[in-house]
């Protein structure tokens, strides 16, 4: 059996093999590449990174943009679902409810932290740092980080992320 030239209906040269079209074949499927385990942390990195960003863009925002009860708690809780993402990114293989888990733990200490004057002080010298440390306690901010860092946890878990 020869190997024979044919054209199709478009016009183009493919060739015949005399038992029917190649692309009937099942033999000549690709067969889909399944990404590896590598790759996968790559691309949920990648993807937890572009969320911090926007995040930190959205916090901003609200911080300048509102004054007021409101804009401090949904400030406070993008705050935590930060440091939720920032968390997921440096412990990318761990189940989502432990992360937030660390996360409430990292935001509920520096919230803590300001008992002890200790972030006003670094804040005097360092003006920035009073986005990262805050300056006074208040009781309803723990209430706004587990609120945040709980629907982070849970979109992420319904995003089927981790």
């Known amino acids: 059996m020869g190997r024979k030239i044919g054209t199709s209906d478009l016009g183009s040269v493919r060739p015949i093999f005399g038992m029917g079209d190649e692309r009937d074949n099942p033999l000549l499927e690709l067969a889909p590449v399944e990404p590896t385990a590598a790759q996968l942390i790559v691309r949920r990195r990648l993807t937890l990174a572009a969320a911090a960003g926007l995040i930190l863009i959205t916090g901003l925002v609200v911080t300048y943009a509102t004054v007021g009860f409101v804009g401090d708690l949904v400030g406070d809780a993008l705050y935590a679902v930060l440091i939720f993402l920032l968390v997921s990114f440096i412990l990318v293989r761990m189940n989502s409810w432990r992360v937030a888990f660390i996360a409430i733990l990292i935001c509920a200490s520096i919230e803590l932290f300001q008992l002890t004057g ?7 010298v360092f003006p920035p740092a009073r986005f990262v440390l805050g300056t006074a306690f208040d009781p309803l901010d723990l209430v706004a980080y587990i609120v945040g860092v709980l629907v982070a946890a ?9």
């Not at 200790?118 to 005097?124: D, R, S």
């Open 118 to 124: 200790l972030p006003v002080e670094i804040a005097t």
């Open 154 to 162: 849970g979109v992420t878990t319904w995003r089927r992320l981790d």
